[in-house]
């Protein structure tokens, strides 16, 4: 599903160069949940912004489901990133002047579906985040993880190939975290590929495989088993 | 760009950001409202102005007599100098292809009496020209004509506000009016668009006048109505060679400042349509002070509303918008509000435009009938809502081509 070979990253920094990712080798198959972990300034986030068309690598080739992403421009990465991908944040970045299904309808607007379609797509997904009665509730009137519900709702949408997860539980409790982490397994349980950034170990060990980051190279990639957030959810 | 659902976006965005919307719209509304309110003022300030001076007729010249200053031909100075009816002749002969018509104005006045009613009034010995001078208009019987003239008949034409004062609705046609030891018959009633003191006077034959004087021929005044096909630069040639026709006739030195007076009226109108013109022209460059401060208005709050939507523009990315649908959506809505806005302002202003005309306004602040061409109206709203769209391009192409993760990162 995604492919990545020797990808080269570097910001600069008025007359200094942060080389952030140093020849990155990696590749996701069908209906996998990894976590990407690494301390901060590991180059974690710049990896998802690359893999999510967010931003560019300076070098190395990229393939998502067999098409390689190279050169893009800015129209073509938004119709590819509204087609491959669905995205999470930490700070979830719903708009905050539209109610929860207006947001969860965003993507399905981008993709030109009728309105009427729009609306009973975006309910079936609320629905499946467990907020179809908060439809019509704006994002201030929700908590932060129905927040983090609607706007996993919305990744969902536009029925992507590839969920990134960006911090995804930053931002919440624990207890929330794990229902967030919950629904993600539950999702990645009907066969969608999903990749999650995070510093927690607890988190990452919800995942099936970790893949450790530190200073802008691979430093360890390993299958793990899998502990079940339900078991913390009550 | 044009379909329903882009449209439903715009809406929403607009519906859900009130206060954004609303300071927008209202920065361009009250820029359209300042100014066609301003520039209708102008122009009914210059309404005033015409009005004021086309009362009376505008190809009139009117010459005083009054004392020399210069000893000239023989003659000491401080001779005063009277006009006779020969000169009114000799002005006639002379210059017949210019002239229209000619009366003499003899100024006197005093108590009037009808029945019980008395009042004071100006009356003036005149000619039958004296209508066309003061665009009297006869409401009733007859102005004064020839005949009066040559039989000196002691007849009278009186004003609205006369025969108001005096008749309290009898018919003064036929009546008998006591004036000094004279007594009038009254033949004519006219009105003035000059206003109530130009309806208070009395017109008798100056024929009249000059054997009440113990039968003189001093003629006071001379009013002529010359051609109107001369024109501006003919009316002041007529008037220099008129000035040196007289002061040969009347032996005073070209020289002298005094002696007789020309007033033209069509110069004083000139100038006073120059410093109309002149005001009008303050006026506009104020209103268009104001277009220019609203549009740089509306290039800050497009710039501002840019920056407070650029997370939602990453989101927006993120979730798939390309930058074409950013930048238009920006700028439909940027040109819906301002339009919309921009007409309403341009509408308010024609309604009190419309709401302000009254005496008050005329009386106390010169403005007649204020009004703005609508076409102008229409170029100024339809430059401003331009220049709108134009202030939003620039922000939202910038923001269009931000990364969406700068975008993202922007709290």
Redesign the interface.
């Known amino acids: 599903m995604i492919e990545i070979k020797d990808l080269h990253k570097s910001y600069r920094m008025g007359s200094n160069s942060l080389h952030v990712l140093k020849g990155i080798n990696f590749s996701v198959e069908d209906g996998e949940l990894v976590a990407i972990m690494g301390s901060s300034g590991s180059g974690k986030s710049t990896l998802l912004n690359i893999l999510g068309m967010l931003d560019v690598a300076d070098s190395g080739s990229y393939h998502l489901d067999g098409v390689p992403i190279k050169d893009l421009s800015e129209t073509k990465a938004a119709q590819y990133r509204n087609k491959f991908l669905g995205f999470i944040f930490q700070s979830f970045n719903l708009i905050n002047y539209k109610n929860a299904i207006e947001n969860v309808a965003l993507p399905l607007y981008y993709q030109r579906i009728g309105r009427k379609e729009r609306q009973e797509k975006a309910l079936k997904y609320l629905e499946r985040v467990g907020l179809k009665q908060w439809a019509t509730h704006l994002p201030s009137e929700l908590s932060g993880g129905q927040k983090q519900r609607v706007a996993i709702a919305r990744a969902m949408a536009a029925e992507p190939k590839v969920l990134l997860a960006d911090e995804p539980t930053g931002a919440l409790d624990s207890t929330t975290s794990y229902e967030v982490m919950d629904l993600i397994q539950k999702i990645n349980d009907e066969g969608n590929t999903i990749l999650v950034v995070t510093h927690e170990e607890d988190i990452a060990h919800m995942c099936k495989r970790i893949v450790h980051l530190k200073d802008g190279v691979i430093v360890e990639d390993k299958m793990v088993e899998q502990v079940r957030a339900a078991q913390y959810v009550q | 760009m044009f379909s329903r659902?882009t449209w439903?976006?715009i809406f929403?965005?607009m519906s859900?950001?009130k206060l954004r919307t609303f300071l927008t719209g209202f920065t361009v509304a009250l820029g359209i409202f300042i100014f066609v309110t301003l520039f209708g003022m102008g122009n009914g300030l210059q309404n005033t102005f015409n009005e004021f001076f086309g009362q009376d007729a505008v190809n009139v010249l009117r010459i005083y007599p009054s004392q020399t200053t210069l000893p000239y031909g023989g003659y000491k100075a401080k001779r005063q100098i009277e006009f006779e009816n020969d000169d009114l002749e000799a002005i006639a002969k002379e210059f017949a292809p210019f002239i229209d018509y000619m009366t003499p104005q003899i100024n006197n006045g005093g108590t009037v009496t009808y029945k019980n009613e008395s009042d004071n009034y100006s009356n003036r010995g005149v000619g039958p020209g004296m209508q066309w001078a003061e665009k009297n208009i006869l409401m009733k019987g007859r102005y004064i004509n020839n005949k009066d003239i040559r039989d000196r008949t002691k007849v009278a034409v009186i004003g609205r506000m006369v025969e108001k004062d005096l008749f309290n609705g009898d018919n003064p046609i036929g009546e008998y009016i006591a004036m000094g030891e004279s007594v009038f018959r009254v033949v004519g009633v006219y009105q003035d668009d000059g206003g109530d003191n130009e309806e208070r006077y009395i017109y008798i034959p100056f024929t009249t006048r000059q054997l009440i004087e113990g039968n003189n021929d001093k003629l006071g005044q001379i009013i002529i109505g010359f051609k109107e096909s001369l024109g501006y630069t003919g009316a002041m040639d007529f008037q220099n060679k008129l000035d040196a026709f007289m002061r040969q006739r009347k032996v005073i030195s070209p020289k002298d400042p005094r002696g007789i007076f020309i007033q033209n009226i069509a110069d004083q109108l000139k100038q006073n349509q120059q410093f109309a013109g002149a005001l009008q022209l303050i006026i506009s460059a104020i209103a268009f002070a104001v277009i220019i401060s609203g549009v740089i208005g509306i290039s800050n709050i497009m710039v501002f509303v840019v920056k407070e939507r650029t997370?939602?523009i990453?989101?927006?990315?993120?979730?798939?918008?390309?930058?074409?649908?950013i930048t238009s959506g920006i700028m439909l809505e940027s040109i819906f509000i301002t339009a919309v806005f921009g007409f309403l302002g341009m509408l308010i202003g024609i309604i009190v435009l419309n709401a302000i005309t009254g005496d008050t306004l005329k009386d106390d602040y010169f403005i007649t009938k204020p009004s703005i061409n609508l076409g102008l109206a229409f170029f100024v709203t339809i430059l401003l809502v331009i220049c709108g769209a134009i202030a939003a391009f620039v922000p939202a192409r910038r923001a269009?081509?931000i990364?969406?993760?700068v975008a993202?990162r922007d709290?």
């Open positions: 659902d439903k976006e929403e965005a859900k950001n997370k939602e990453g989101i927006r990315k993120a979730m798939g918008a390309t930058p074409r649908l269009a081509r990364k969406p993760i993202l709290e």
